[in-house]
């Protein structure tokens, strides 16, 4: 996470990221639907979110996978999930998935639990499908259990995913051969980077959509 290192930590002065003014200014809003899984149907493509189990609420950090819903996918609409997978070790990190519209950037769906790589594909595997196709967009660092899931989500017989991109070569932003993304000391600040504009710009309403960031966690 950001800062990298204890020198950066110590520079930054407990300075907020993203801003204190700007996190103020956030409207996060409670999601249309939220739905937990059982043990029966944690590792199982789902058609429909009523083959879950409808909550009201989570516990932004509970341990129990959920997916929350904000908004049903729109006719003609382009979407995109973005994934972190972790192993699903208890005491370990999360998975999480956020699915968003490709064109306004606003939050539609997010999904987060202790999930197995295996399991965190068969859930975006299933809000692709459900999403128009989506386009998946998985974190493959090997450590984090990426490429599994990666294997996985292409054993489901999804093949719609990301294609990491070069964009620090003399000749632009370039494709290349590899499916999904890696974050690495290079690619996490342009992340950060470009997501920290994109907050701010959507809470002080110099965007098209003044609240496309919905998820309080």
């Known amino acids: 996470e950001f800062p990298y290192t204890k020198r950066e930590a110590w520079a930054a002065g407990g300075a907020s990221y993203f801003g204190v003014y700007e996190i103020g200014k956030a409207k996060p809003t409670h999601p249309e639907e939220i739905y937990v899984f059982d043990q029966g149907n944690i590792c199982q493509v789902f058609q429909s979110p009523s083959e879950l189990r409808r909550v009201d609420k989570v516990d932004d950090y509970s341990n129990r996978p959920n997916i929350k819903f904000w908004k049903p996918p729109q006719r003609g609409a382009k979407y995109c999930i973005g994934t972190d997978g972790s192993s699903g070790d208890y005491g370990g990190d999360y998975s999480a998935g956020s699915l968003?519209?490709?064109?306004?950037?606003?939050?539609?769906?997010?999904?987060?639990?202790?999930?197995?790589?295996?399991?965190?594909?068969?859930?975006?595997?299933?809000?692709?499908?459900?999403?128009?196709?989506?386009?998946?967009?998985?974190?493959?660092?090997?450590?984090?259990?990426?490429?599994?899931?990666?294997?996985?989500?292409?054993?489901?017989?999804?093949?719609?995913?990301?294609?990491?991109?070069?964009?620090?070569?003399?000749?632009?932003?370039?494709?290349?051969?590899?499916?999904?993304?890696?974050?690495?000391?290079?690619?996490?600040?342009?992340?950060?980077?470009?997501?920290?504009?994109?907050?701010?710009?959507?809470?002080?309403?110099?965007?098209?959509?003044?609240?496309?960031?919905?998820?309080?966690?």
């Open 100 to 217: 968003i519209d490709m064109h306004t950037g606003e939050d539609m769906a997010a999904y987060h639990g202790l999930l197995r790589p295996d399991e965190a594909a068969h859930i975006t595997v299933s809000l692709c499908r459900l999403y128009n196709n989506a386009l998946a967009a998985p974190e493959t660092n090997p450590a984090g259990g990426g490429m599994e899931a990666l294997n996985t989500i292409q054993r489901l017989g999804y093949h719609n995913i990301y294609n990491w991109r070069r964009r620090d070569g003399f000749k632009g932003i370039e494709n290349t051969r590899s499916l999904g993304w890696w974050t690495h000391s290079r690619s996490r600040p342009l992340m950060l980077g470009e997501l920290r504009k994109l907050f701010i710009d959507s809470v002080q309403e110099r965007s098209a959509d003044p609240n496309m960031f919905k998820d309080a966690a």
